[in-house]
């Protein structure tokens, strides 16, 4: 989850273009493979949000987001709160 999207690599590995990988998986979950991964690291930022003690910064180091802006905008995108936000309704 840390590593970058690399379609060309997928592609590769299953020995297909990189649209027709695309297709099949917009086909089978909706999502493009960028998107699917925007939402497993959503999803994984918020357990640790609810789970860990670990900051803002080290959970997107966790998750593979880079720039906090992104991971902020994203987050609240997803669940409606900021990360910290979140962490304040879930804890209480």
């Known amino acids: 989850m840390r590593r970058p999207l690399v379609l060309k690599e997928i592609a590769r590995a299953v020995n297909l273009s990189e ?3 695309r297709s ?3 086909a089978e979950t909706g999502m493009t493979p960028a998107q699917y991964l925007k939402s ?3 999803q994984k930022a918020k357990e640790l949000l609810e789970e ?3 900051n803002v910064k080290q959970i997107m180091f966790q998750v593979g987001v880079n720039e906090k ?3 902020a905008r994203a987050f609240r995108q997803t ?8 962490r304040k309704c879930v804890r209480g």
């Open 24 to 26: 099949l998986f917009r």
């Open 19 to 21: 649209p027709h990988l």
């Open 79 to 86: 669940y409606g709160l900021s990360p910290a936000e979140y």
């Open 69 to 71: 802006s992104h991971f």
């Open 52 to 54: 860990t003690f670990l």
């Open 40 to 42: 497993l690291r959503m």
